[in-house]
């Protein structure tokens, strides 16, 4: 007992001696001295200039002593300016993403813009008018000269001299003033360009309808463009009809150019295949809304092309991929991935044969346009709202594409915009029946060189589309569709390439 009750009083006192020597400090810590940074306020005169500046100093090995000059000539100082807008082209430091973006314009700049400095009014000294042009736009800026003075920031520039180690500062024109310029293209025309008064009332009313018209009176406009009586639908236009039409030939704006020219023709002798305004108008038309074409095609299959739909970024894409896996053995199922893909893309892929042909250029070329119009379709049912908010790269993740893919579709079938204040990519009824209608075309063309497809039911359900406006789209497109007795509706494209008349509008 005696034992155990020495060896406890032992453990309590090396516990006490060890709490002891742990709250001493040591004799090392007690001979080191730390220093302290000491606060030091002085008085610091600038050179050329009689106001002081009380500034703080610490003293540090590091610290050195340094020569401060300010000049203030207010003819010497530089003007400092901001691009709000964006940089010009030749401004833009070089390896830089939008040095590339500039290299793709062939009308990007190459010349820096110059300047010109003036005063804003005449009768003052104060204020200065900034004005700026290059080869595409015009910069503006202005300053009143007013109430500069009581600002507590004001911007210089600051240039040092190593050899010397001196500090020059230049306070930039206008008292520290940043000039933000204003950018404009000077290649558009507003409104302002337009001369009202040489406007016949007429043209005019035309105009405020188009406007400010309701719906069914913008009907009635286009119905009455559409019923215009063409001069070579008239007999005898010719000498005949060029006498019989006298004065009203040459003043008051009752003849058209576009008859006017269609009589020219036909009293020299010309063709009565004479193309018109009107139709000069529809075929411009079909042109922005169809995918590119070939008129003049001799077979099907070259009328439309799917690697210019796609373009040169996305298509490599594609290529890469296709060019990656159909070597493999389970290439198809390579190609579609981990995802799923609609009913009708897969079916697609998987009525290809597996022969040799997997080397030729054209099996490749239509596995390449099965793998577009599946994209296609994704980004359809993905992109179905009307405004989409986000960058591109926000939206790429989005709609589950490829980079290259969804900017080439958004730059395609969407519009940038704005909403409440966010921005993102707009889509309007006319940018979504393109977009359908691109689908529709290059689902055909991945049938291969017969450009005809048995049936098209399954791709309208993946789309959530009905049979009948896929069928107008089609018609639009200058195909055939027929209606089999088992309800399915076939498509075929045939040369040469016939387009339905224009609609009328209806009688109101």
């Known amino acids: 007992?005696?034992?155990?009750?020495?060896?406890?009083?032992?453990?309590?006192?090396?516990?006490?001696?060890?709490?002891?020597?742990?709250?001493?400090?040591?004799?090392?810590?007690?001979?080191?001295?730390?220093?302290?940074?000491?606060q030091v306020s002085k008085k610091v005169k600038f050179e050329g200039s009689n106001t002081t500046v009380k500034c703080l100093t610490f003293k540090s090995k590091y610290s050195t002593e340094l020569k401060v000059e300010v000049e203030e000539d207010a003819k010497s100082n530089p003007i400092l300016v901001s691009f709000p807008s964006g940089l010009p082209a030749s401004m833009i430091p070089s390896g830089t993403a939008q040095e590339d973006d500039q290299n793709n314009d062939s009308q990007a700049s190459t010349t820096a813009p110059v300047f010109t400095w003036t005063n804003s009014r005449k009768a003052s000294s104060r204020g200065r008018l900034l004005h700026g042009s290059d080869s595409t736009c015009t910069y503006v800026a202005s300053n009143d000269g007013r109430g500069t003075d009581g600002r507590r920031t004001k911007s210089c520039v600051c240039?040092?001299?190593?050899?010397?180690?001196?500090?020059?500062?230049?306070?930039?024109?206008?008292?520290?003033?940043?000039?933000?310029?204003?950018?404009?293209?000077?290649?558009?025309?507003?409104?302002?360009?337009v001369d009202y008064s040489n406007l016949s009332m007429k043209e005019r009313r035309r105009m405020v309808f188009e406007s400010f018209g309701s719906n069914k009176k913008k009907k009635v406009l286009r119905s009455q463009d559409a019923n215009v009586v063409e001069m070579k639908s008239v007999v005898g236009a010719g000498e005949g009809m060029m006498q019989a039409l006298g004065k009203q030939w040459e003043g008051n704006n009752l003849v058209s150019d576009s008859n006017k020219k269609v009589i020219e023709e036909l009293r020299k002798g010309g063709d009565r295949k004479t193309t018109t305004a009107?139709?000069?108008?529809?075929?411009?038309?079909?042109?922005?809304?169809?995918p590119p074409f070939d008129e003049d095609a001799d077979v099907p299959y070259r009328v439309y092309d799917s690697q210019e739909v796609a373009g040169d970024d996305a298509w490599g894409q594609i290529s890469r991929v296709v060019d990656a896996c159909i070597h493999k053995e389970d290439w198809k199922e390579a190609i579609e991935g981990k995802y799923p893909w609609p009913k009708s893309t897969?079916?697609?892929?998987?009525?290809?044969?597996?022969?040799?042909?997997?080397?030729?250029?054209?099996?490749?070329?239509?596995?390449?346009?099965?793998?577009l119009v599946n994209y296609l379709v994704k980004f359809h049912n993905r992109a179905s709202k009307k405004f989409m908010d986000g960058t591109q790269e926000e939206l790429t993740k989005y709609l589950g594409l490829p980079n290259t893919v969804s900017n080439r579709f958004l730059e395609l079938f969407c519009a940038p915009s704005y909403d409440r204040g966010r921005g993102g990519y707009a889509t309007t009824k006319q940018l979504k029946d393109k977009r359908v209608i691109y689908t529709l075309v290059m689902y055909l063309l991945a049938h291969g060189k017969e450009m005809k497809a048995g049936s098209i039911e399954q791709l309208c359900i993946d789309m959530k589309l009905e049979t009948k406006d896929a069928v107008n789209f089609y018609r639009e497109a200058g195909c055939k569709c027929v209606k089999g007795k088992t309800g399915h509706t076939s498509v075929s494209l045939s040369v040469p390439l016939v387009f339905p008349p224009p609609k009328r509008g209806k009688k109101t």
């Open 159 to 193: 240039i040092y001299h190593k050899p010397t180690n001196t500090l020059q500062i230049y306070p930039s024109s206008e008292k520290g003033t940043v000039f933000a310029l204003h950018q404009s293209v000077s290649s558009y025309q507003d409104s302002k360009s």
């Open 278 to 290: 009107v139709e000069k108008a529809f075929a411009e038309a079909r042109r922005a809304f169809l």
């Open 346 to 371: 897969s079916a697609l892929l998987g009525n290809i044969a597996n022969t040799n042909l997997k080397k030729g250029t054209r099996f490749k070329y239509q596995v390449k346009t099965i793998c």
């Open 1 to 38: 007992m005696a034992d155990s009750a020495s060896k406890k009083s032992s453990k309590k006192d090396r516990k006490e001696k060890k709490r002891r020597l742990s709250k001493e400090p040591s004799s090392d810590t007690k001979s080191k001295k730390i220093p302290k940074e000491e």
